[in-house]
């Protein structure tokens, strides 16, 4: 159990996502998780404001048990197969986000300054999770897929436009914490 | 009762995202940072066994479990939906610290405030189909 309990090194963790993706592909389907935030739209009735919402639910019964099968797997891997959840994150890193207020990077998996209800409030980091929500769904819809559509299934697929989308994946995300967190966390 | 295995493939899923830390907001943000290996490391090796999986499953013709044929969906061509909504895409990612997967990943693990922002990319994805019409796409 010692193995399992331990963060799991990438070498092991990537081969794992690859055989996912080759699961599904063998079960007939197609490795891709914000498709799901389309159905749900379409389950709560969005197909009355868009055609873009009008899709077969039935056909997106087995994404959905997919992400409800990722929430236990979450549950399962938090309480029974961590005895930590700090981060060994480089120092480097540490100390850039020491100096915006994140006082705990290196010891908590997420930071409490946007994962306590709390110190949401009073910090005002609500907005910040509000909007990178946001542009999440948004971002992967227009797109036509995230990481696991794009970054793992389009580049092993070798795709083109995947390859475009995980550019634009990081020219978003470099732009973000290079630029755009100086302003406003320091 | 067929079902259940993608229940149980996303358990795997699930399970994988915490462990290998790739549902940690720091780990995103140290990614970022080019401060460690790790995150590429993921990305890279999932993505040595896929291409070579997917390549074998081409060249040698496998059928699905249910003796199916396989049908890779190709991307639409063009540029601009993948690069303006792969940027947004980014942006949100390294503020929210959470691509999809994830997300679910820390609701169960008892992230609570997560579904924050759970709600707000299901809101995203609907002001998307609304205005989808006039973004440039290709």
Redesign the interface.
Known sequence: MDILSEPWPWYISGPMIALVMLFLILSGKEFGVSTNLRTICSALGADKASDFFKIDLKAQRWNILFIVGTAIGGFVASLFLSETSAIPLAENSIQILNSYGFTDAGEAYVPKAFFSFKQLVENGNLIYLVLGGFLVGFGARYAGGCTSGHAISGLSNLQLPSLIAVIGFFAGGLLMVHFIFPLLFS | MK???????????????????????????????F?????????????????I??QI?KQFK?K???N?P?E????????K?????????????????????P????????????V???????????????V?KH?PHY
Do not use: N
């Open positions: 079902a259940i295995k993608f229940l149980l493939a996303g358990i795997f899923f699930g399970i994988v995202m915490f462990k290998s830390e790739a549902a940690s907001w720091y780990r995103i943000f140290e990614m970022f940072q401060d460690a290996f790790h995150m590429y490391g993921v990305m890279g090796s999932a993505l040595v066994v896929g291409v999986g997917i499953i496998v699905t479990f249910e199916e396989i890779l969906c190709e991307k639409q061509k063009g540029y939906r993948y690069l303006f909504g792969g940027t947004i895409f980014g942006l949100g990612w390294a503020l929210s610290g959470a691509c999809p997967g997300m679910f990943t820390l609701l169960g693990a008892g992230y609570l405030p997560i924050i922002v759970i709600i707000s990319a299901i809101a995203g994805t609907f002001v998307y189909g609304l989808m973004l």
